[in-house]
């Protein structure tokens, strides 16, 4: 055997130890290594994105007695973190989509997406008996591409209805609304492109479709947690001295000072294609003492955590009251008071016409069914899942699934007419909107342009999986307008023939 090299630690060798030889009776001596873990140099990338100290200045503003008490709702840190008008993920002029940028949505996998939705719109202009004015509202339009898709094939094949359409996209910053206005204009179109607060803020309503395609899960989101029959929440705070010995309930953690739990490891991240996150492992804030073991550091107060602490407000006991039902003991799970605002707000425009809702949701039995332990929060960068939702803030883009149950519940409490449909998957809503029979007519052509086919192939494949985008939901909703046998809401069974 040959003789251990002198360098085997390789990086260790950095670590500060010192050697403390003991005496022992029966033996020459013992070696034992005591480290000190040193500063996480690599983790400051983590921290040091220009919106990090905008977030550290609001936890510092927020109220408390000391750093080590002060903190800010995940929903608050969220929409700092999607939607700080400077650094704010959404708000960056340099924001790809697509293939590019941090992830896909239906949009940018192929214009088929707008294409068969420009159908269904159509179908509404005529059940609103053809309107000479009709309003066609994109909430949330990201990179332009749904509106573009559904715009053009109004005007190649609904000619008549195209002239009748206003077409509007609204977004939350006006970097957002130059990009898609530039993305319309390379196709020869136009629009109103507008501010969604300003427009909602509008006297006035209108009579036609309010579509929006993964909106509604980009909105901010209180992160709370149940222990028996108490509801509690989660903070975001700075890292304060190391947390005592982990609490007996959850996903782990430790006591501080107020008797809130601290989170010291991450909400783990799935990809968007899970119907749940991984089971949550919290590591210990202490390395231990012994062979192998050391002494961290003090936290760094720059860094990030999460603590858990009483409910901000009352208005999240509320919603899981109103819907008879709570998450697992010790499970997490996610509150979207602010999408439900927003759907409120977006019914009470509609006097007579349809909302279309397409989005990564569950009903609320299921969102918050007793198995699901860890919520559906999500956080992404480069199309892959990030385990951190707070690292790199402005970076990286957070989402989760929305609860229809209660987007439905606000429509309909904006006044009389509201009707709403059982949720379908987007899988069955492009099939039945004619996605086999674009298919076929593409194939038509394969033999003089086979590549071309095989991508258009793929492209419904993509959008029709039903682990991946095709799991997604379409809530419809209508205001004094009929919803029974609606395009996107038939059985592919009785579009297709099957026969007993």
């Known amino acids: 055997m040959g003789r ?43 921290r040091s994105t220009p919106l990090a100290r905008f977030v550290l200045d609001e936890i510092d503003k927020a109220p408390g007695d000391t750093s080590e008490t002060r903190r800010i709702t995940f929903a608050h840190f969220m929409a700092l973190a999607l939607g700080h008008p400077v650094h704010g993920y959404y708000s960056r002029a340099d924001l ?17 997406f707008g294409y068969l939705w420009a159908r269904q719109v159509e179908e509404c202009w005529e059940r609103l008996d053809r309107p000479a004015s009709f309003d066609l509202v994109e909430v949330g339009a990201g990179s332009g591409a749904f509106s573009t898709a559904m715009l053009t094939w109004l005007r190649a094949r609904a000619p008549e209805c195209f002239a009748a359409v206003r077409p509007v996209l609204l977004d939350g910053h006006p970097n957002r ?61 700075r890292a304060g001295s190391p947390p005592t010995p982990a609490l007996p309930h959850g996903g782990g953690g430790g006591l501080n000072g107020r008797g809130e739990g601290t989170l010291t490891g991450p909400i783990p991240s799935a990809s968007a294609l899970s119907a749940s996150a991984p089971s949550l492992s919290v590591p210990s804030p202490l390395v231990g003492e012994g ?24 208005a999240l006991a509320a919603h899981f009251a109103h819907l008879g039902v709570t998450p697992g003991d010790g499970a997490r799970a996610e509150v979207g008071l602010a999408s439900f605002e927003a759907m409120r707000r977006i019914a009470a425009k509609v006097e007579r016409g349809y909302v279309l809702t397409i989005d990564y949701g569950y009903e609320a039995r299921d969102l918050y069914a007793s198995w699901r332990r860890e919520g559906t929060l999500m956080a992404f960068r480069s199309h892959s899942p990030v385990p951190d939702p707070l690292s790199e803030p402005g970076r990286t883009d957070l989402t989760y ?30 099939t ?13 052509r394969a033999a003089e342009d086979a590549l071309r086919f095989l991508a258009d192939r793929r492209a419904a494949e993509t959008l029709t999986d039903p682990t991946a985008l095709g799991r997604i939901r379409v809530l419809a909703l209508a205001r004094h307008a009929d919803l029974d046998g609606l395009a996107c809401l038939r059985s592919v069974a009785e579009m297709y023939g099957r026969t007993e």
Not at 413 to 427: E, K, L, N, R, V
Request: one cysteine or more; charged letters at 20%.
């Open 432 to 444: 039945v909107l004619g996605l086999p029979d674009a298919l076929r007519a593409a194939e038509s």
């Open 291 to 314: 062979e192998g073991g050391g002494f961290p550091l003090p936290p760094d107060p720059d860094t990030l955590v999460l603590i858990e602490g009483d409910p901000s407000t009352p």
């Open 401 to 430: 699934h929305v609860d229809l149950t209660s987007l439905a519940a606000a429509a309909l409490a904006t006044g009389d007419g509201w009707h709403a449909a059982p949720p379908t998957s987007q899988a069955e809503a492009l």
């Open 177 to 237: 609304l130059a990009a898609q206005r530039a993305t319309l204009e390379a196709a020869g179109l136009t629009a109103e492109h507008a501010l969604l607060d300003h427009w909602l803020d509008r006297p006035g309503r209108i009579t036609g479709v309010v579509i929006s395609n993964e909106f509604f899960d980009a909105l901010p989101v209180h992160l709370v947690t149940r222990h028996g029959e108490e509801l509690r929440e989660w903070y975001v705070a």
């Open 96 to 112: 790809a989509w697509g293939a590019r940028g941090d992830y896909e949505t239906s949009p940018e996998v192929h214009p088929i």
């Open 4 to 46: 251990p090299s002198q360098h085997r630690t390789g990086l260790a060798a950095a670590v500060r130890a010192e050697a403390i030889r003991t005496r022992c009776p029966s033996r020459d001596a013992t070696i034992r290594l005591v480290t000190t873990t040193p500063p996480d140099d690599f983790a400051l990338a983590a």
